[in-house]
């Protein structure tokens, strides 16, 4: 972990956009930007969602893409190795470094691998209450940007990290466990359950 700070900073932009009560409404100009700004939010997250998405379906049509919100990037993706929280994280083109639990961008340590576990875990229960089995989901991190990623020693327990190019091959890389059938029960199951706002910081 040589390089690393020790900065407790907020956590690095995440590209969420912030929920403005009233848009298409406002009542003030200083509303009219709020509103302008989220909108923007908006789009850029779809088209990062975008991005990440297309590296999933390349995988084949086995493949399938659960949103719990469209005004966010991050999704549930199912196939043949397993169910997957995608969690996106834009970092630019700023240099990522990665030792273990800990993710440094600009001297800033976000908590991208908690907030991935914990949407994972709360996905995970949701479908398992209405199942009325345990169904895991696997978190994941997914980096899209220009900048490097550096590794320190071993990538965190249980959450795999890979650049949104290489989300594809990561993916993969968990085999054929799920019949094609499975995938479509699930995939209908995730579709329904009420999971609650994912991705949010703290």
């Not at 273990?100 to 976000?110: D, K, L, S």
């Not at 949104?164 to 799920?178: E, P």
């Not at 359950?193 to 949010?200: E, K, N």
Request: glycine share 12%; hydrophobic share 40%.
């Amino acid at each position: 972990m040589t390089g690393f700070g020790h900065s407790a900073d907020p956590p690095y932009r995440r590209s969420h956009s912030e929920a403005v009560p009233g848009i298409g409404r406002p009542s003030s100009p200083t509303g009219w930007l709020r509103g302008r700004r989220a909108e923007r939010a908006q789009r850029r997250a779809q088209a990062q969602r975008a991005r990440v998405v297309q590296r999933v379906e390349l995988l084949g049509p086995q493949w399938r893409v659960v949103d719990y919100d469209p005004s966010d990037p991050d999704f549930l993706a199912i196939g043949p190795g397993g169910i997957f929280q995608v969690t996106v994280c834009d970092h630019g083109r700023a240099r990522v470094m990665l030792a273990g639990e800990v993710v440094q961008v600009e001297g800033q340590r976000p908590p991208y691998v908690a907030m991935a576990r914990r949407d994972a875990s709360r996905i995970s229960e949701a479908m398992s209450k209405v199942a009325g089995r345990r169904i895991p989901v696997i978190p994941v991190l997914a980096f899209l940007g220009a900048g490097e990623i550096v590794y320190y020693g071993k990538p965190p327990e249980g959450c795999v990290v890979a650049s949104y190019r290489d989300l594809g091959r990561a993916l993969d890389a968990h085999g054929n466990r799920l019949a094609q059938n499975t995938i479509d029960k699930l995939t209908a199951l995730a579709s329904r359950v009420d999971v609650g706002p994912l991705g949010a910081k703290g």
